[in-house]
């Protein structure tokens, strides 16, 4: 086994997933404590069925496509993806945009899920559907990490890397009993955005058959050069956001993610 | 909700996983265009493709960056 590809792979992997299991738990514990935990654990249920059975029904197939093939085409949603990620976390960084507000947000999908009170019948659907949304749209976000990362061999460090996330994230939860707010969310995503941007260009190089300095330590280096343009992307938001006139906040862009 | 909203909403939850900005997506786009069409047609040593990649893919974050800060 590789260990630069397999520790990149775990590494991205884990901090993707915990950003996104924190995500979906914090509507999922609006949803339960709101409405009940029946159907938020029902919705929640459906939710990871499906992305099982997506996971069963595409992932065989992913093995019949060629590896340069697959290299590239992940490369370019790995690159498109984790820049996105990459891009708002420096302009959280810089001020420019709110940060991630776990406690705001689930204030809010409480609120929402009160005054959308319904009579509740066996399955109350509002609840249901909530939760099934939260966890199928963050899930598939680790899904689509996982595999993406997972190329090359890399699927089971990866896999591995999401487990110990859900399992951290669960554990934690539950020891707290509140939404994960102290979770440093903006420095997890700068750093996943890194990694899987640093994926996606040495992806797109290892699909398009570039030969890489260092070979496989490419990955890192590459790792190192998106940190020092991300830092440098900080200041210079910060300095560009200085010399604006004020104006209201979030319009750069910046839902959440 | 409809089978045609469900499709409709899970399509651009899905589209929202790649693209925020749409700038910033068309630039990622050209640098991998660039590196797919250009780069290898180039007299620039075969192992420095994949670093000239990053160099243009860095000065698209940094170009949009500095022009998202500024709006």
Do not use: Y
């Not at chain 1, 901090?15 to 009940?36: C, K, M, N, P, Y």
């Amino acid at each position: 086994m590789n260990w630069t590809h397999a520790g990149t792979a775990f590494i991205a992997a884990f901090l993707a997933s915990v950003v996104e299991f924190v995500e979906a738990f914090t509507i999922v514990l609006a949803v339960g404590t709101t409405r009940g935990w029946r159907s938020a654990l029902i919705g929640t249920a459906a939710g990871v069925a499906l992305l099982a059975l997506l996971v069963i029904a595409f992932g065989p197939a992913l093995q019949k496509i060629p590896l340069t093939t697959l290299q590239l085409v992940v490369g370019i949603l790995l690159l498109l993806f984790g820049m996105r990620w990459l891009r708002k976390a420096i302009l959280r960084s810089a001020g420019v945009i709110a940060l991630h507000d776990e406690t705001a947000i689930f204030e809010r999908e409480r609120a929402t899920l009160e005054h959308d009170a319904l009579a509740r019948s066996r399955i109350d659907w509002v609840a249901f559907v909530a939760s099934f949304k939260a966890v199928t749209l963050e899930g598939l976000e680790v899904v689509f990490i996982v595999i993406a990362t997972g190329v090359g061999g890399m699927l089971f460090p990866a896999a591995f890397g999401a487990i110990v996330a859900g399992a951290l994230v669960i554990v934690a939860a539950v020891a707290l009993r509140a939404p994960l707010a102290r979770v440093p969310e903006n420095t997890l995503k700068f750093a996943v955005g890194v990694l899987l941007s640093a994926f996606g260009v040495f992806w797109i190089g290892e699909g398009l058959r570039f030969p890489w300095l260092g070979e496989d330590l490419a990955l890192v280096a590459l790792v190192a050069a998106f940190l020092i343009v991300s830092w440098l992307a900080v200041i210079i938001a910060r300095s560009a956001a200085r010399q604006r006139l004020p104006v209201t906040n979030g319009s750069a862009g910046g839902g959440a993610a | 909700m409809n089978v045609v909203s469900i499709v409709t909403t899970a399509l651009r939850e899905l589209w929202g996983l790649f693209v925020e900005d749409g700038s910033f997506t068309i630039g990622i786009v050209l640098c991998i265009a660039i590196g797919i069409a250009i780069l290898p047609r180039i007299a620039i040593p075969a192992e420095w493709r994949g670093a000239a990649l990053f160099v243009i893919l860095a000065l698209v974050l940094l170009e949009n960056v500095r022009r998202s800060a500024r709006q």
